[in-house]
């Protein structure tokens, strides 16, 4: 059974940077295309980007480029950053791993999803 | 970006009753290749979301058969044919025709 773990800090300070890891346990990193979501009470569930091991990625343009997802394999984990954060950026933010056939659709497997808060 | 509308989006349903849910989007979601490019996820009480259907009218894995999708082109369904009390949660549409995917609000089903 695959399992996706999010973590990093859970307190962030305004300007600097978000940092989180999603561990992947049961399946592998080097296959299928992997996500972070985030959610928030004034968004709702919002798409931030994908990576796949090749490390091709693609992100919302919403981010502005402040955002920046990387890959791990031989951790077999993946990782999110999000420079010059705001309050804006407060969410429960989850990994997910797409579909067989799909790049950021078919969500089947979501990690519990970590709270960020960002305050100073 | 794409937009997508949910009504309602609030629905309280008498288990054993049918329930529907409307998802329309700003463009088409008709893919090339004939599918229509949507899903349905539903975020039950203090977890994920968890995928329902895909591709407009596939069961995910393990999902139950009294919940059909249905629907093309902008305008779209969920259908749960008999609610059962375990059905409770905000249901979210989503497309994935486009970079960036966006989601529906939600719909949160509670029990009348």
């Known amino acids: 059974q695959v399992q996706l773990q999010e973590s990093g800090p859970r307190l962030v300070r305004p300007s600097e940077t978000l940092s989180l890891t999603c561990t992947v346990s049961g399946g592998s990193t080097s296959s299928y295309y992997w996500n972070w979501i985030r959610q928030s009470p004034g968004k709702g569930l919002e798409w931030i980007a994908y990576i796949y091991h090749a490390g091709y990625t693609k992100y919302n343009p919403s981010l502005m480029s402040r955002a920046t997802i990387s890959m791990d394999t031989s951790k077999n984990h993946f990782s999110l950053k999000v420079n010059s954060v705001t309050a804006a950026d407060t969410a429960v933010y989850y990994c997910a791993r797409a579909g067989v056939r799909a790049m950021y659709s078919e969500f089947d497997y979501w990690g519990q999803g970590i709270l960020v808060t960002v305050s100073s | 970006e794409i937009v997508m509308t949910q009504f309602p989006l609030s629905l309280p349903v008498t288990p054993g009753e049918p329930a529907s849910i409307s998802c329309r989007s700003s463009q088409s979601l008709l893919y090339y290749n004939g599918n229509n490019n949507l899903d349905w996820y539903v975020q039950k009480p203090g977890q994920s979301p968890q995928l329902l259907i895909y591709l407009a009218s596939n069961r995910a894995s393990g999902v139950p058969d009294r919940f059909t999708g249905s629907g093309s082109d902008t305008d779209f369904t969920l259908t749960i044919s008999r609610v059962e009390p375990e059905d409770v949660g905000v249901y979210y549409c989503?497309?994935?025709?486009?970079?960036?995917?966006?989601f529906g609000q939600g719909t949160k089903v509670e029990i009348k």
């Open positions: 989503m497309h994935t025709v486009e970079t960036p995917p966006t």
